[in-house]
């Protein structure tokens, strides 16, 4: 705690008054400092309970606290949305089966003419749901008494009619399985629970059975799904986590799930070709790099991924090149400037990474010559003016400060950011990857952990394959 000064405790010497002025300075700076820490964490809270999650501002109009000798953000781009006649509503889908149902006069209303002619009908069309049902295959196996040569025989038809040895599980519902749990995140007691609403009981234990089985049917298509993924231009590269409960253990620790995703366009007799994008994902028990060395140890390419450094001995090989993600130096400054009632240094930032995707949005559907070369024409400079922003308005920042880590983060990645504008098959951010990693983060509020290192097999095969 400070102590309270009064004017006779101050010293009556000039250069001891000088000295405790800038020790009460120097506390000072470090309060306020740690108060802008707390504020940033308590905002994020807030945001994290109470907020929206879209990443998003309201108007960003006129972001300037301060003129600065420096370059000035570039104005948020803006949007223009033409007038449109609302249409009406959509047609129901052509390939539905449809079930007629006819409806007449009475044949008292009938009796009140003196004569009726139909001249046609009009129609009108519901969409109809019928409520799943459970049913039972049987699977007759024709027996024979077959006689060669003399000597007798009893032959019998062969017939699977499980996929899973010794089981009276069906494909079909050991799929549903697999998607009501990987796909609609569905936990295996409420699964249980409407099965026995249609009529059948089936135990969780059972069912966790299945899920695990039919995932290590699965597993054969790992190989080839990985290979797939080598052999793609660039690949993406990101985790997410999942609490883990090992038996004889009372509190759960982090378990990694890596996901990997191949993707981009190569030439092929002088035309681009899209490598049809797959994910795969991968269980890990730690972070370390040591399983991404194993996992990438044949691949030669652009890896994008954020800075974590696990990483870097990735990059140490000389096989693999670092792309940075944008989106993960924007969401830096956008938890920033969320927080903040009056736009800053932050909210500036925002505009300058906004315009850059604005160039990214008008060369989306374009060749990758076309790309990298709009990159090369609009990004270049802007990035240019955009790193000489930073470097002039990073001096003044506290070291702890929430806004100089953002700062410091751009900086400190410079090359792996600005990397995206060397080819037109790279792209600016990792966000393709996070959205294949989103159902399992969805799941994870479902499935709540996972009981043994062996059972996040099941949840990292049926997760991956074809990517959007």
């Given at each position: 705690?400070?102590?309270?000064?009064?004017?006779?405790?101050?010293?009556?010497?000039?250069?001891?008054?000088?000295?405790?002025?800038?020790?009460?300075?120097?506390?000072?700076?470090?309060?306020?400092?740690?108060?802008?820490?707390?504020?940033?964490?308590?905002a994020?809270?807030?945001?994290?309970?109470?907020g929206?999650?879209?990443?998003?501002?309201?108007?960003?109009?006129?972001?300037f606290?301060?003129?600065?000798?420096?370059?000035?953000p570039?104005?948020?781009?803006?949007?223009?949305v033409?007038?449109?006649i609302?249409?009406?509503r959509?047609?129901l889908?052509?390939?539905?089966?449809?079930?007629?149902?006819?409806?007449?006069?009475?044949?008292?209303?009938?009796?009140s003419?003196?004569?009726?002619?139909?001249?046609?009908?009009?129609?009108?069309?519901?969409?109809?749901?019928?409520?799943?049902?459970?049913?039972?295959?049987?699977?007759?196996?024709?027996?024979?008494?077959?006689?060669?040569?003399?000597?007798?025989?009893?032959v019998?038809?062969?017939?699977?009619?499980?996929?899973?040895?010794?089981?009276?599980?069906?494909?079909?519902?050991?799929?549903?399985?697999?998607?009501?749990?990987?796909?609609?995140?569905?936990?295996?007691?409420?699964?249980?629970?409407?099965?026995?609403?249609?009529?059948v009981?089936?135990?969780?234990?059972t069912?966790?059975?299945w899920?695990?089985?039919?995932?290590?049917?699965?597993?054969?298509?790992?190989?080839?799904?990985?290979?797939?993924?080598?052999?793609?231009?660039?690949?993406?590269?990101?985790?997410?986590?999942?609490?883990?409960?090992?038996?004889?253990?009372?509190?759960?620790?982090q378990?990694?799930?890596?996901?990997?995703?191949?993707?981009?366009q190569?030439?092929?007799?002088?035309?681009?070709?899209?490598?049809?994008?797959a994910?795969?994902?991968?269980?890990?028990?730690?972070?370390?790099?040591?399983?991404?060395?194993?996992?990438?140890?044949?691949?030669?390419?652009?890896?994008?991924?954020?800075?974590?450094?696990?990483?870097?001995?990735?990059?140490r090989t000389?096989?693999?090149?670092?792309?940075?993600c944008?989106?993960?130096?924007?969401?830096r400054?956008?938890?920033?400037?969320?927080?903040?009632?009056?736009?800053?240094?932050?909210?500036?930032?925002?505009?300058?990474?906004?315009?850059?995707?604005?160039?990214?949005?008008?060369?989306?559907?374009?060749s990758?010559?076309?790309?990298?070369a709009?990159?090369?024409?609009?990004?270049v400079?802007?990035l240019?003016?955009?790193?000489?922003?930073?470097?002039?308005?990073?001096?003044?920042?506290?070291?702890?400060?929430?806004?100089?880590?953002?700062?410091?983060?751009?900086?400190?990645?410079?090359?792996a950011?600005?990397?995206?504008?060397?080819s037109?098959?790279?792209?600016?951010?990792?966000?393709?990857?996070?959205?294949?990693?989103?159902?399992?983060?969805?799941?994870?509020?479902?499935?709540?952990?996972?009981?043994?290192?062996?059972?996040?097999?099941?949840?990292?095969?049926?997760?991956?394959?074809?990517?959007?």
């Amino acid at each position: 705690m400070l102590p309270v000064l009064t004017p006779s405790d101050l010293p009556a010497d000039l250069e001891a008054v000088r000295t405790l002025a800038l020790e009460q300075n120097r506390v000072a700076r470090a309060l306020w400092e740690q108060l802008e820490i707390l504020k940033h964490q308590v905002a994020q809270l807030n945001r994290a309970r109470f907020g929206a999650s879209s990443e998003r501002l309201p108007g960003q109009a006129e972001l300037f606290t301060q003129p600065l000798d420096l370059p000035s953000p570039p104005a948020a781009p803006q949007v223009k949305v033409t007038g449109h006649i609302r249409k009406g509503r959509p047609a129901l889908p052509k390939d539905l089966p449809r079930t007629r149902i006819e409806y007449d006069l009475s044949e008292a209303q009938k009796a009140s003419f003196d004569s009726l002619e139909r001249i046609g009908e009009e129609r009108s069309e519901t969409l109809h749901y019928e409520p799943a049902r459970l049913s039972v295959i049987e699977h007759i196996r024709f027996k024979y008494v077959a006689t060669k040569g003399g000597e007798s025989t009893i032959v019998t038809a062969a017939a699977q009619p499980s996929p899973l040895p010794k089981s009276n599980a069906s494909a079909g519902l050991l799929a549903s399985i697999q998607v009501d749990t990987f796909v609609d995140h569905l936990p295996i007691n409420r699964q249980e629970t409407r099965y026995a609403r249609l009529g059948v009981h089936l135990p969780r234990a059972t069912l966790c059975e299945w899920k695990l089985a039919s995932a290590e049917l699965l597993a054969t298509l790992l190989p080839p799904l990985r290979n797939h993924v080598l052999r793609a231009p660039r690949v993406h590269l990101d985790d997410t986590t999942l609490p883990l409960l090992e038996r004889g253990r009372t509190s759960t620790r982090q378990a990694h799930l890596w996901g990997y995703l191949g993707a981009g366009q190569r030439q092929e007799n002088g035309l681009w070709v899209d490598h049809p994008p797959a994910v795969l994902f991968e269980f890990a028990e730690s972070r370390t790099g040591t399983y991404l060395l194993n996992f990438l140890r044949d691949y030669h390419g652009y890896l994008q991924a954020d800075a974590y450094s696990g990483h870097d001995a990735l990059y140490r090989t000389g096989r693999i090149i670092e792309v940075g993600c944008w989106a993960h130096c924007r969401r830096r400054f956008f938890e920033i400037a969320k927080a903040q009632k009056t736009p800053g240094l932050a909210a500036q930032a925002l505009t300058w990474i906004a315009r850059l995707y604005a160039i990214e949005a008008d060369i989306k559907d374009k060749s990758p010559e076309h790309k990298l070369a709009a990159r090369q024409a609009e990004a270049v400079p802007l990035l240019a003016q955009f790193h000489q922003w930073l470097q002039g308005n990073a001096h003044g920042l506290l070291a702890r400060q929430p806004l100089a880590q953002a700062f410091g983060y751009a900086l400190r990645h410079w090359q792996a950011l600005v990397r995206y504008t060397e080819s037109g098959i790279l792209e600016p951010d990792n966000n393709r990857l996070e959205r294949a990693i989103r159902p399992i983060a969805l799941g994870r509020a479902s499935w709540m952990f996972a009981g043994a290192a062996g059972a996040l097999l099941p949840r990292c095969i049926p997760c991956s394959g074809p990517a959007a």
